[in-house]
Each structure stands twice: as C-alpha cells, then as structure tokens.
C-alpha cells in the first residue's frame, strides 16, 4: 500500500513507486527512470524505503528517508511526500526574544512534538502569510525550544514583525526541512566548519550534536563577521574549546586590505590546505558557500562529505 497525501494507491507486483503514482493520476516528475538523475526524488515519511531505492543519496538524506520512487519496489506500505513538502503547520508560542549583535537576535519559541536533527531549518509563519526560512542552532535533547539566530533588515516585512513581538505571541512552524546535520560522519573524521553572519546557528548545532555524539576527531570552527559585534557567540564558543580540547574555535573579523578580500572563506581556504579526508559544514550567504564548495572539491573533498546550507537573502 501506497499513500500520498489524501490518496491511497495500491501497489501491483512489480510495478515501482513512480509507475502507481503515475497509473493514480498523480503528477510525478521523472527523467531518466533508472536510479540516476534524481528527478523523481520524494521522500518516505512512514515505513522504510528500500536501500536500492537510496542509492546516490546523501547520508542526510538516507537518514530523513528520501527515495527514488522510479526504482523503488517496496516490500512493506510506505506513507510518502514530495521532498520539499514542509509539512503541517504547528502552533508556536515565543518565549524569548533578545539581541545577539547590533542586527541579529535569537528568537526561541515553544512547538509541540516539532522533531529535527541540530542545524536544518524552520519555515517560520507570521501572521497567516508572511514566511520565512530559519536554521536551528537549539538541540532537540538538551533545549525545550526552538532556537533561531535571525539578521534584522532594515526594510524586511519579517524583520519588522518581529520587532513588534513578545514573548508569548503566537506564530506558526512548519518543517524541518536541510540535510545539513550531522549524519554519515565517522567519529574519527576532523570535522571542518565554516559560516559567516547567523551562519552559524546551523553550525553550532551541529557542533553541539557532534559533541554529544562523543566524536573524536578534531573538529575547527570558523565565524566571519563584519565587525566585533557580528562575532555573536564568541565568548560561549572560547569556552566550549576550552572545555573540549579537540575543538578549535576561529573567528575572523572581515579585513577587506587583505589579498583576495580578506573574508571568512579566504581566511578558512588559506589554512585549510589537506582537507581530503574533513566531513564539511558550509552555511551562509549563496556566494560563500559556492565558493567554498567549488575550491574544497578541486582540493579531491568528495561530494558526499560537504553538507551546506546557503542562505538566499530575505527580510
Ligand atoms: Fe531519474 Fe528517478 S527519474 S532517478
């Protein structure tokens, strides 16, 4: 058996995930129907997808139960969503709102049974339409809410909203969605993490995950900020290196005299020389996590060990 929101949709033999949706009238992509392009990518939500129906995948994806519906055969009912389907809307109360840095705050608010791996992201509702997308810097074990480090933009529709709320106002969250957590990581593995800007509330997740997963390995954790102030965190994360002694904490102030603009990724790229063997997390603004991504793969990082969240700019 099949369901796929509303429908139910039963399975003959033989016949693969892509071909019922199909025969059911269901509007599926497809492409290359043999396991290769990833077009017809959706995601199990309920029971477990077969392994040959996951090849290619990442490790995150594997792990949140994505799949190939175009050679999937299923050997037992699987309740499946498109992938980019956030789910339902919950209920959300803030319980706190405070400034992080001259134009960042920290919003956490309370959801009920919202599940999430540290360091994916929220969809965040105000007022019936306004919605925006925020990473998680909270951890679902240790916190009993919601963290998310949010930059204010002097004309953003959202920005303003939040100005005007309270703790105990009302809003809605929807998600998780992102495959940038900590999964498919050997706990031996040196751990590379770069973010610039609220680019780190992903990052000090999955720091926090990683930490509570006993890794071993040396882990190294760049912030670039414009200014002093932009470098949030800085006094929990020295303590954190101070504490666990594998974890080296880097912050870099953006000097723009400096060769090849003096930025966070400049900075990480001149010292991170043999990386082959790092699992890396790159979060931030779309051009520093291109960049990063394109120069740690001509330095032979595999794919599979560069997880990335890039921001699109919003307000
Ligand atoms: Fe290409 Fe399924 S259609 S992987």
Not at 286 to 307: A, H, P, Q, T
């Amino acid at each position: 058996m099949l369901k796929f929101e509303d429908r139910s949709v039963e399975l003959r033999s033989g016949e693969t995930v892509l071909e019922a949706l199909e025969r059911a009238g269901i509007d599926a992509p497809s492409s290359c129907r043999s396991g290769t392009c990833q077009t017809c990518l959706h995601r199990a939500v309920e029971g477990v997808p077969p392994p040959e129906s996951q090849v290619g995948l990442t490790q995150g994806q594997k792990a949140l139960g994505f799949f190939l519906p175009c050679v999937c055969l299923p050997t037992s009912p699987l309740t499946i969503t498109r992938p980019d389907d956030v789910g339902a809307r919950r209920d959300a109360v803030i319980r706190a709102i405070e400034p992080l840095a001259p134009d960042v705050i920290r919003l956490r608010v309370d959801a009920d049974d919202f599940a999430y791996r540290p360091g994916q992201f929220l969809e965040l509702v105000a007022d019936g339409d306004l919605r925006r997308h925020y990473s998680l810097a909270s951890h679902p074990e240790d916190d009993p809410f919601l963290e998310m480090h949010i930059r204010l933009h002097e004309n953003g529709r959202m920005s303003r909203r939040l100005g005007e709320f309270k703790p105990g106002d009302r809003l809605h969250v929807a998600g998780p969605s992102g495959t940038c957590f900590y999964e498919g990581v050997h706990e031996d593995q040196r751990l590379l993490l770069i973010g610039a800007g609220t680019g780190l509330a992903p990052l000090y997740g999955v720091l926090r995950d990683a930490l509570k997963r006993g890794h071993l390995g040396p882990i190294r954790l760049y912030h670039g900020a414009r200014s002093r102030e932009g470098l949030y965190l800085d006094e929990e994360l020295k303590a954190l290196s101070r504490t666990w002694t594998h974890v080296d904490y880097r912050p870099c102030l953006l000097d723009p005299n400096a060769p090849a603009g003096g930025d966070v990724a400049a900075t990480a790229l001149h010292a991170e020389q043999d990386v082959k063997d790092s699992a890396i997390f790159l979060c931030g603004g779309e051009n520093l996590v291109k960049r990063l991504k394109r120069d740690f793969f001509m330095r032979g990082v595999s794919m599979k060990n560069i997880r990335s969240d890039a921001f699109t700019p919003s307000g």
